[in-house]
């Protein structure tokens, strides 16, 4: 996914600026939390449906993420599950 690839290169980029720790934010609307939330992921493919299927572009990024780290313990992300943004839950 072109995406993915978007996330990997903001990980290279912030690795070479000299950032020890980047974090994903999948809350507020943001990308991410429209393919977590059930509200807004209308997606029928692989992408779309199940909570692991809506949870699979999430886990593909911090995979890029982490191949550019190469330690998950560098890697945060940003989670709302109580949140509500633009009517999603």
């Known amino acids: 996914m072109v995406y993915v690839a978007k996330f990997k290169q903001a990980a290279v980029n912030a690795k070479q600026a000299g950032f020890d720790f980047i974090e994903l934010h999948a809350a507020n609307g943001y990308l991410p939390n429209q393919f977590l939330e059930s509200h807004s992921n209308r997606r029928t493919d692989a992408f779309g449906g199940s909570i692991e299927n809506r ?31 633009n009517g999603m839950s």
């Not at 999430?58 to 940003?78: H, N, P, R, S, T």
Request: with cysteine.
């Open 55 to 85: 949870c699979r572009f999430v886990l593909e990024i911090l995979k890029a993420m982490i191949e550019v780290y190469g330690d998950a313990k560098c890697i945060g992300i940003k989670l709302s599950p109580a949140g509500g943004h």
